[in-house]
């Protein structure tokens, strides 16, 4: 069965992996094509793609927006959106806007750390990420690194999780921002790991209404229960199943989750013909 992989991060955002690497390892796990989806940044695709060309592997271009719903200032959604024009100017501006505000985020995240008597080198952290798409991932590993914790999850448990000393959130988009900004680009916006924002049918049908068109029903944290009921939500709403493994290349000494999830190569022909009628 040929299968692809709708989820995947470099290291312009907070993946571990190069965009040549992500590709090297996609044609390695024998994945038929695979969706670049960093956290507001683009600058993966065209590598990727170019690099691409040395296998029979197609490369989706894709980003992932963060969302926070109204009712909770504690739950974030993330959106992803596929088959985007990358190269246009005004939705750049928009994602360098939001890298601006990463950065001043990690600042406020450092002064919080040394408050704690947690030194991080913050112009090495900031040069470890490709134009300053930074999150919290890279200051779990730079904590790894320094020994400040045993294990990436210690991290965000003791430091930078919801809640914790350290947290600072993040600039977000609301739920219509982030849809029309992908929809302004000809994409397709998408549900993440529905799994972890605590989805229900009454949050799925608001989203709808604002221009959702798909949800990642396939997702490395989905038990089958998950899979089964976000199938349903799917079914009912009348939008694309995508799925992928959510790799961030290889984590706290395990192997990336490329490819593990089996996700068929048909959900991406469905998301062609829905792209192709787009355009017509």
């Known amino acids: ?39 507001d940044i683009t600058d993966a695709i065209p590598i990727a793609q170019e690099h691409a060309k040395k ?49 001043e985020r990690a600042q406020l995240m450092l002064e919080k750390l040394r408050d704690l008597k947690v030194f991080l080198d913050g112009k090495k952290l900031l040069e470890s990420t490709n134009n300053n798409a930074i999150g919290r991932l890279h200051f779990a ?30 600039a977000r988009l609301t739920p219509e921002q982030a849809m029309k900004m992908i929809l302004q680009i000809d994409g397709i916006p998408v549900l993440a790991h529905p799994y972890f924002a ?10 709808v209404g604002l221009g959702l068109k798909g949800i990642e029903v396939y997702h490395s944290r989905h038990s089958k229960s998950d899979m089964n009921r976000f199938n349903q939500f799917a079914s009912e709403f009348n939008l694309l199943v ?12 395990n192997d990336a989750l490329m490819g593990n999830m089996q996700v068929p190569y048909e959900v991406l022909e469905k998301m062609k013909e829905y792209k192709t009628k787009l355009q017509v």
């Open 55 to 103: 296998y029979d592997l197609e490369v989706v271009p894709g980003v992932e927006l963060s969302v926070e719903m109204p009712t909770r200032n504690d739950l974030e959604l993330h959106i992803l959106g596929y088959y985007i024009n990358y190269q246009d100017n005004s939705f750049q501006e928009r994602l360098s806007f939001f890298r601006q505000k990463r950065q």
């Open 242 to 253: 995508t799925g992928g493994s959510d790799c961030h290349g290889e984590i706290d000494k």
């Open 141 to 170: 590993q730079a904590l790894l690194e320094e020994g400040y914790v045993n294990n990436i999850q210690e991290a965000f448990q003791r430091f930078i999780g919801y809640g914790k000393p350290a947290y600072v959130p993040k």
């Open 1 to 39: 069965m040929r299968c692809v992989d709708l989820h995947v991060h470099t290291n312009y955002s907070d993946g571990t992996f190069t965009p040549e690497k992500v590709v090297d390892y996609a044609a390695k796990v024998k994945l038929s094509a695979i969706a670049i989806t960093d956290h």
């Open 198 to 207: 605590e989805i229900n049918r009454d949050m799925i049908a608001h989203l």
